[in-house]
């Protein structure tokens, strides 16, 4: 589990998340959503170990958050991320996308890392191109790479940055079922204000406004019964 507590985070003089407490679960895909500008990539970087925030604590299976260098790689093992722009090694293969970290993180020599990363490439449906560089991809393709990469290392949860910005409406859903077959092992929380895809992936939604969770509900409640008047119209405002 991740456990948010107390959360302050301010950049100069601006407080940007305000005491933001949150818990994710394993095997559950959480979506943090609301308007630009209010704090969910904040969030997500904290949760990470990149920012410094001034009050509050993150655990990750009771691993605490701490900035000295052996605790911040031993508890960034617990995360995976993918960035919107993905963060492929662009001189790299998508094989070796898969292997290099695998050997580098993981020490595996580099017959049991291909094994591997070609079980991860049949799931991920990238088989045919495995010999590719990232330029010869797809958005949609390129970012499978990134979650194939991330999940070679095996982590408790997987962190993906509005994920729907590098796809066609057509591969939405088949998106969203492979999002639904990580779960099965891995947390997933999901930065995005597309909320038809969040309404369709999500089994929880934080809505953040202004710094602030301000409502937190399943799926199903949220969309169909809001609590606050925020929540009300922001859903107005941008389901279509
Ligand atoms: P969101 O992801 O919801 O769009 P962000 O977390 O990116 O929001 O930003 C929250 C607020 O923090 C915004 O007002 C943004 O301008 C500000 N901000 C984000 N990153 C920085 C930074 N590195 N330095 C200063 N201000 C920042």
Do not use: W
């Amino acid at each position: 589990m991740i456990k948010v507590k107390n959360l302050d985070k301010s950049y100069s003089n601006v407080q940007v998340l305000k005491d933001v407490s949150v818990e994710f679960k394993k095997k559950q895909i959480s979506s943090i959503i609301g308007p630009s500008g209010t704090g969910k990539s904040t969030l997500l970087r904290c949760i990470l170990g990149l920012e410094s925030f001034e009050n509050g604590s993150i655990t990750v299976n009771d691993k605490q958050l701490e900035f000295e260098t052996n605790k911040l790689l031993d508890y960034r093992q617990e995360l995976g991320v993918v960035f919107q722009d993905f963060h492929l090694f662009k001189h790299m293969t998508v094989l070796k996308n898969i292997t290099y970290s695998l050997e580098k993180v993981k020490n595996l020599k580099e017959k049991e890392a291909s094994d591997l990363a070609h079980v991860l490439l049949e799931q991920f449906s990238l088989l045919d191109q495995t010999d590719k560089y990232p330029s010869q991809l797809s958005g949609g393709q390129r970012q499978r790479v990134a979650i194939a990469r991330s999940l070679a290392l095996n982590p408790s949860f997987l962190l993906l940055d509005e994920p729907t910005s590098a796809l066609d409406a057509d591969t939405v859903l088949e998106f969203v079922l492979l999002l639904r077959e990580i779960k099965k092992t891995t947390g997933i929380i999901i930065i995005t204000h597309d909320l038809n895809f969040a309404k369709r992936v999500s089994d929880e939604i934080y809505l953040m406004d202004q710094g602030q969770i301000v409502e937190h509900q399943s799926t199903e409640q949220f969309f169909d019964s809001p609590i606050t008047e925020i929540a009300k119209r922001y859903i107005e405002s941008q389901i279509v």
